[in-house]
Each structure stands twice: as C-alpha cells, then as structure tokens.
C-alpha cells in the first residue's frame, strides 16, 4: 500500500486511477488499520485524509453508475412524466396539420 500523505497535502494520484473495487478494497484496508489504533497520530491523519479521499471516489464512481441506469431505465421503459409530455407535443402537433393521414376525422 503508498504510504498516506503528510498533513496538509493532497491525496496521491493513484486513487483517480483506480477502480471502484480497487478503492473500496484500499479504503476497508485504510479503516481497519486506523480501528486497529496501532498508527500513531501523524500516520492516522494521513490513513484519515487518505480514507476521506477513497470515499469521495467512491462515492462519485456511484453516482456515475446510479446516473446511466437512471438515463437507460428512462429511455429503455420510458419515463411516465416524459412520455406523457412527448404524446402531448405529438398530439398538438398532428392537430396542427390537417394533412396528416394519422389524424382520425371526429
């Protein structure tokens, strides 16, 4: 494992180029060993800084997960309050044309 960052600085580089395992994994290896509580403060502030910024790239690869099942589920079943507005548009716009074969004479 890298060694955490000093205080004050910010997290190495690696943990942008990891995946969301990967950082998962590093970060339930960084809290086990700051429950252990054998670091001692300067290298508990690091595993600390270093946790937080495991966290937050996790949480943004999820976020980026929940985002492209939330845009395919929306487009695959269709979003009711989209699809509601879509037939709308589509209906005023066949009303507008009297051409339009798929308009039903009333």
């Keep these: 494992m890298t060694t955490p960052p000093a205080p004050g600085r910010t997290p190495p580089d690696d943990i942008a180029q990891m995946s969301y395992e990967q950082a998962r994994d590093a970060l339930i290896d960084t809290v086990a060993k700051l429950e252990s509580g054998q670091a001692d403060l300067e ?18 690869a999820l976020d980026r997960a929940e985002a492209r099942l939330d845009r395919r589920a929306a487009h695959t079943s269709g979003d009711p309050e989209q699809t509601a507005a879509d037939e709308s548009d589509e209906s005023a716009a066949t009303q507008d044309d009297p051409e339009d074969p798929h308009v039903d004479d009333a």
């Design 43 to 60: 290298t508990s502030v690091g595993l600390w800084e270093r946790g937080e910024a495991l966290a937050a790239h996790c949480t943004a």
